[in-house]
């Protein structure tokens, strides 16, 4: 069965960094695009980024652009997420899907999540 596993959320002070993690398996990783999702308490799910099956092409929305950086490695079937110079706004839970479509919902298989919280 597929399964996506994200990590690494945690609490940051503003301007801090963050790396988040996606394993994933039961699929064949190195030919499917992955992305990043986020959501916050009463807000619809908001697409952050993406990555090709190779890595060779990235995407992000506008709010993240320059500030976080997807990357993966096909040998060890594992999603990153390094997010820099965090705002308030960037507070909510990040979950890892299969696929790259920008309206976040229509992505398949999302993991459980992990909380990411910027507060001073």
């Known amino acids: 069965e597929v399964q996506i596993v994200e990590s690494g959320g945690g609490i940051v002070q503003p301007g801090g960094s963050l790396r988040l993690s996606c394993e994933a398996s039961?699929?064949?990783?190195?030919?499917?695009?992955m992305s990043w999702v986020r959501q916050a308490p009463g807000k619809e799910p908001e697409w952050v980024s993406s990555?090709?099956?190779?890595?060779?092409?990235?995407d992000y929305s506008d709010p993240v652009d320059g500030r976080f950086i997807i990357a993966r490695d096909n040998a060890k079937n594992i999603v990153t997420l390094q997010m820099n110079s965090l705002k308030d706004e960037d507070t909510g839970l990040y979950f890892c899907?299969?696929?790259?479509?920008?309206?976040?919902?229509?992505?398949?298989?999302w993991g459980q999540g992990t909380q990411v919280t910027v507060s001073s």
């Open positions: 990555i090709s099956d190779s890595g060779r092409s990235t």
């Open positions: 899907a299969r696929g790259w479509n920008k309206i976040a919902l229509r992505l398949q298989s």
């Open positions: 039961g699929f064949t990783f190195s030919t499917t695009d």
